[in-house]
């Protein structure tokens, strides 16, 4: 019985090893345009009309599926807390041809209005995250090659009318690799 068994497990470990990859294991993803983007940055601008300055750090996770960002403002709460704080994913969905981004921040909900498509356009990746009653959000992410840095707005859809909501520019934090 214990022979036999471990013929069975023998078996079963050279069919593993001579097997290919599953359908779940994506290649690693290879993108310029995100690869610009890993590293560590400060954030300036505006955001509902209010200065603010954030830090950003950006690297690859997950076997190099995703980019994640970490976001986390200079400006403190009375409570000493960071006055926003952001958690995003940035990967690529292979079946749409999209960027996918999901937005985790410290306003919480988690919802589907948390994750955003964009198809790549030049330098430019517009994210749209759509609400339930059929508006959206846009945060478009710009790397302009110039600066090597990067712009992002935050457009709102109120009523089929666009307002900004955000203006914001990335530049490398100093000391930073890239």
Known sequence: MIVKSGKVLCLAVVALAFAGPTEAEQPILQDALLDKLEGAWVITGTVAGEATTDDLDVEWVNQHQYLRL?????????NGRPRYE???YIGWNQPTAKYGIVWLDDFGGLSTQSIGLASKTGDQLPFVFTNPDGSFTRTTMTYNPATKGWTWTIDEDRAGTLSRFAALTLTRAEGAKR
């Open 70 to 78: 970490h976001e986390i403002s200079r400006d403190r709460r009375p």
């Open 86 to 88: 952001a958690t995003v």
